[in-house]
């Protein structure tokens, strides 16, 4: 069964408004978020070592992944299509608390995507942190400017990540990711494995904006899916559907695991 609207679950169970009142009001704390279909999601160990990493560096505090996969199974187990989202905070020193959001699934679309170019930089952009007022404040100017997402330029003029996927482009038959600073996305890591399988050559490197315009095409990666990117700022890009199409398939190939 799907679900028709946010279910929040605080260590498995519903939560009191006063175990609400600390991620409310703590800006503190790190997440992951997937797509599940049947009770499974993608990259699942993956999404475990990402969240145990990162509660070690904020924390100090090693993660029981084992419990916080049954956490994840029961968030979604009368939900077996949904968003599920995973953060961890602690309220007291060494207690990690699991908070749980399962919401509707969101289905991928292929529909090209004009990105807004913006400067800023995540601050500890390597972790999936939950201090997210920049990236939703520059995502809402680029909608109200008519762009679907916005792209975040350094001030050296690299190019890193849009505010919710991480970014690729195609140098000629290589996949070619911004080296700026950026979260390195489970898609991203799914991706990479794939084509490397495939004997596809991937690497990283500095793109800005002006050598973007000279490379073949570009998309952007998240657990919804690739999306080809149409426009950056005012400059178009090619469209590159054969080479859109090939990540497509590498990545509907990724093997579910079960929560």
């Known amino acids: 069964?799907?679900?028709?609207?946010?279910?929040?679950?605080?260590?498995?169970?519903?939560?009191?408004?006063?175990?609400?009142?600390?991620?409310?009001?703590?800006?503190?704390?790190?997440?992951?978020?997937?797509?599940?279909?049947?009770?499974?999601?993608?990259?699942?160990?993956?999404?475990?070592?990402?969240?145990?990493?990162a509660h070690l560096e904020l924390f100090g505090s090693a993660l029981d992944v084992g419990l916080v996969r049954e956490r994840m199974h029961i968030a979604v187990r009368d939900h077996a299509d949904a968003y599920?989202?995973?953060?961890?905070?602690?309220?007291?020193?060494?207690?990690?608390?699991?908070?749980t959001v399962v919401r509707p699934p969101v289905a991928?679309?292929?529909?090209?995507?004009?990105?807004?170019?913006?400067?800023?930089?995540r601050p500890f952009a390597h972790l999936k942190h939950v201090g997210s007022f920049a990236q939703i404040r520059y995502g809402e100017q680029a909608e109200r400017e008519g762009y679907h997402d916005a792209l975040l330029v350094g001030p050296d003029?690299?190019?890193?990540?849009?505010?919710?996927?991480?970014?690729?482009?195609?140098?000629?038959?290589?996949?070619?990711?911004?080296?700026g600073p950026s979260l390195h996305g489970i898609t991203w890591q799914l991706l990479d494995e794939g084509l490397d399988q495939a004997h596809t050559p991937a690497q990283g490197g500095p793109i800005t904006l002006e050598s973007a315009a000279?490379?073949?095409?570009?998309?952007?990666?998240?657990?919804v899916g690739i999306t080809p990117v149409a426009r950056i700022?005012?400059?178009?890009?090619?469209?590159?559907?054969?080479?859109?199409?090939?990540?497509?398939?590498?990545?509907?190939?990724?093997?579910?695991?079960?929560l």
């Open 214 to 223: 000279h490379l073949d095409g570009a998309f952007t990666a998240n657990s």
């Open 84 to 99: 599920l989202r995973v953060t961890l905070y602690e309220q007291e020193p060494g207690v990690p608390r699991v908070m």
């Open 108 to 121: 991928p679309t292929t529909r090209p995507q004009a990105l807004l170019p913006v400067r800023h930089v």
């Open 233 to 258: 700022g005012r400059h178009r890009l090619p469209s590159a559907p054969r080479l859109i199409a090939k990540l497509e398939r590498l990545y509907q190939d990724v093997p579910w695991e079960r």
């Open 1 to 53: 069964m799907s679900v028709s609207s946010p279910v929040v679950l605080v260590d498995g169970a519903v939560p009191s408004p006063e175990q609400l009142a600390h991620p409310a009001l703590v800006n503190y704390g790190h997440f992951t978020a997937m797509q599940v279909r049947k009770g499974a999601t993608r990259g699942l160990q993956r999404h475990l070592r990402r969240l145990a990493s």
């Open 157 to 179: 003029d690299r190019l890193s990540e849009t505010t919710i996927a991480n970014i690729g482009f195609f140098d000629d038959e290589t996949v070619v990711w911004p080296d």
